[in-house]
């Protein structure tokens, strides 16, 4: 078998075992060029879906479930961005931004949350069937960038100190997008059940500097492969290990079928409502922006 290509389309864990920091760190290219063309969204937009979308991995790939669903939603008043929500499947990942294309327009270069958000929120679930567990934690949109939202997240939310770097740059006509998530679990738990924390511990604030060392062009860098990176990072410690890679996809699981059925169960009156000047009901994917045409004599009376 031909060894894994940890460049691009990938994330992969990250342990330090003396220092009790584990994480992620991922790659975004093609996944986010694919879910960008559905979309067609100004270019701020697109570099802010292409961080939250690299933000969705690293959270998803911390799901032991391999069925394990990983949403990520912010929602806003009165920002230039309404709604943005991404998930994450087993790998696959989708996700999109309902925005306000004047304020867009108007955003500066390089836009601060508040000025993309407004007064916003970010809410994060976690949701595993197997085990029936499904877990959300709400925090404001605060700081500078997503990565600084979510590292409040981790704090605030689950008490865990955590480090949260998120880069996209587009080169030519391609997006690059990569990420690193850190956290100092020092209970060797893997997820977020934990009773007690230590935010002191010393361990944590050098691995914090090493990892918060990561520039952003060496994130989105294909040439750099994810585990050349994490060794440039942390090749002074005792032990550095990678955990297998998890290779990304875009995937969207709108369903015909399932669009039918929802709309089947509408009464009579309000289904003849929905049907348009083309004679059948059209319903939209926010996600993948797929178009479903349903005709209403499908549906039975
Ligand atoms: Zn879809």
Known sequence: MPPVELRTDVAIGVAIPSRNARGRIARLTGVVDSILASHHYPAAVEKLLAEALTLTALLGSLLKEPQGQLTLQAQTEGGAIDLMVCDYLGGELRGYVRHDADKVAELPNEPTLQELFGKGYLAITFDQPVADERYQGIVPLEGRNLGEAAQSYFSQSEQIPSLVRLA?????????????LLQHLPEGEEGRERLHTRLDHPDWPHVAILGGSVKADELTDPALALDDLVWRLFHEEDEVRTLPAIALRRGCRCDPDYVRSVIARF??????????????IRVDCAFCSSSFAIEPTELGS
């Open 168 to 180: 996209a740059q587009q080169r030519g006509e391609h997006w690059f997008a990569g990420g690193l």
């Open 267 to 280: 009464p009579p009156e309000e289904r003849e409502a929905m049907v348009g000047d083309d004679g059948v």
